[in-house]
């Protein structure tokens, strides 16, 4: 009685060690192989994450950066830190410049206003020079001395013209964890699908050492290769050939389910096409009638420069930047010379096609972080930033003389006579502190201009 149950348990303990060894190994190098591609999937899931935050702010930001706007970037970081903050674990953001000086910064802060984890070190040098001289982004991962992870992304931020490059700092403590959680998870379903398996082999195959069982185990890694027509071709009358006709029905029927299943999967993933394509069509008709209504809102329909909302809108923020700043910006008031007797003359549609062409010689005349507006009927304003009132004058003048220079034809080739101008010019802030006092002075000299004979540009005295 002693050595048969010797004899069952040794039995019991080969088909354990020949079943389920080869069974951990295999699903150890599985469950490894997959955390492994986790990890490195969840790490640039992670970059690219932090790398598509930057970038939703670097036309913004460029922009900023481009018209001098300070202000703007100052919220733009800040809006920045506190949404990647929130979201991406952002703990620092800065704005470069090509040298790779700091132009803004802003670090993520909690409910209370505090600063959330500052980090205690910032990349060697070296990196921030990479991040300015390259044309793409660029990453590093490091280690700060308490042992906090961080990951350091770069964006180049451009606008027509390169810029700057954020750079962001975001916290990997989370995400190291989170990690680290999937490995032991994948570590217990491993276990647990292996001792199952292991449990089931021990069970099925204790007693079954014949070419039956070899049969079905054949068949059943057939199976499992995909091959769904696979039968086993054994006829018995006891418990292994009820196991057959089972394991036959049900590959009969498992290739049927496949087979519908596979069927409505590609019906359905072919409708799924179409509703996203319908969608992404949708999407871009949306974004077309967004972008539309902004420009509608904001640029003079004729002209296709500022309208005078948006041009007041951009003389409060010069003005609000320039008093920060203490620096001066010029306004230069422009009005075209005899206009109504020139629309009277030769008509509104010429009238409007003279307005179009001096709009666009005034615009030669700007620079690049200059902005022109129609202030109403035939005057336009010109924002000058960083401009003193003899540099309002010379931009000033600058436009006229293009004017006065040009032949203007019509749409057939015809003249149409001699478009002049004439400006006023007033700077703060000498010539007043509010956009109606640097208005009124620039008025005052415009009208001197036209007293004295038109066709010339005067400076406003305070």
């Known amino acids: 009685m002693t050595e048969k149950r010797k004899t069952r348990f040794g039995l019991r303990m080969r088909v354990i060690s020949v079943s389920g060894f080869p069974m951990v190994i295999v699903m150890g190098v599985l469950a490894f192989l997959v955390y492994n591609q986790y990890a490195v999937n969840a790490f640039e899931d992670r970059r690219e994450r932090a790398t598509a935050l930057l970038e939703s702010f670097a036309v913004s930001s460029s922009i900023a950066v481009a018209t001098q706007n300070l202000e703007s970037l100052d919220s733009f970081m800040i809006r920045m830190a506190q949404v990647g903050g929130r979201l991406h674990g952002l703990v620092h953001v800065a704005m470069l410049d090509h040298r790779g000086r700091i132009l803004a910064q802003a670090y993520a802060r909690d409910e209370d206003d505090l600063i959330m984890a500052p980090p205690k070190e910032i990349p060697e040098r070296t990196f921030y020079d990479r991040a300015v001289s390259s044309q793409m982004g660029v990453w590093q991962l490091m280690s700060q001395s308490d042992g906090t992870p961080l990951l350091t992304v770069s964006v180049p931020t451009v606008s027509g013209l390169r810029w700057g490059t954020l750079v962001g700092y975001f916290e990997m403590t989370s995400h190291h964890a989170h990690v680290k959680a999937i490995a032991w998870t994948l570590i217990w379903i491993t276990v647990v699908i292996t001792l199952s398996m292991t449990i089931g082999l021990l069970f099925g195959l204790w007693r079954i050492v014949v070419r039956p069982v070899r049969a079905l185990a054949q068949a059943a890694s057939l199976v499992q290769g995909g091959d769904l027509?696979?039968?086993?071709?054994?006829?018995?009358?006891?418990?292994?050939?009820?196991?057959?006709?089972?394991?036959?029905?049900?590959?009969?029927?498992?290739?049927?389910?496949?087979?519908?299943?596979?069927?409505?999967?590609?019906?359905?993933?072919?409708?799924?096409?179409?509703?996203?394509?319908?969608?992404?069509?949708?999407?871009?008709?949306?974004?077309?009638?967004?972008?539309?209504?902004?420009?509608?809102?904001?640029?003079?329909?004729?002209?296709?420069?500022?309208?005078?909302?948006?041009?007041?809108?951009?003389?409060?923020?010069?003005?609000?930047?320039?008093?920060?700043?203490?620096?001066?910006?010029?306004?230069?008031?422009?009005?075209?010379?005899?206009?109504?007797?020139?629309?009277?003359?030769?008509?509104?549609?010429?009238?409007?096609?003279?307005?179009?062409?001096?709009?666009?010689?005034?615009?030669?005349?700007?620079?690049?972080?200059?902005?022109?507006?129609?202030?109403?009927?035939?005057?336009?304003?010109?924002?000058?930033?960083?401009?003193?009132?003899?540099?309002g004058a010379a931009v000033g003048e600058n436009v006229r003389g293009l004017v006065a220079n040009s032949e203007f034809v019509d749409q057939e080739g015809k003249p149409v006579g001699r478009v002049t101008v004439s400006g006023g010019v007033s700077t703060f802030p000498e010539d007043g502190d509010t956009i109606t006092d640097l208005i009124r002075s620039a008025d005052q000299a415009l009208y001197a201009a036209k007293a004295s004979g038109r066709n010339q540009i005067n400076l406003s005295t305070p």
């Open 229 to 391: 027509s696979t039968r086993v071709a054994l006829s018995r009358g006891d418990e292994i050939g009820l196991l057959t006709d089972s394991f036959n029905e049900m590959t009969r029927e498992l290739e049927a389910y496949t087979a519908d299943l596979q069927g409505r999967v590609e019906e359905r993933t072919r409708e799924l096409n179409e509703k996203n394509s319908e969608l992404e069509q949708v999407n871009r008709q949306l974004e077309d009638a967004v972008e539309q209504l902004d420009k509608l809102a904001r640029t003079d329909r004729l002209t296709g420069v500022a309208n005078r909302g948006h041009l007041m809108e951009l003389l409060q923020r010069e003005l609000r930047r320039c008093k920060r700043t203490e620096q001066p910006f010029s306004v230069v008031l422009i009005d075209v010379d005899h206009f109504k007797s020139f629309n009277d003359t030769h008509g509104h549609l010429i009238g409007d096609f003279v307005l179009v062409e001096t709009v666009s010689r005034m615009r030669n005349a700007l620079r690049g972080t200059d902005a022109l507006g129609r202030y109403g009927g035939e005057e336009f304003i010109l924002i000058l930033p960083a401009t003193d009132k003899a540099g």
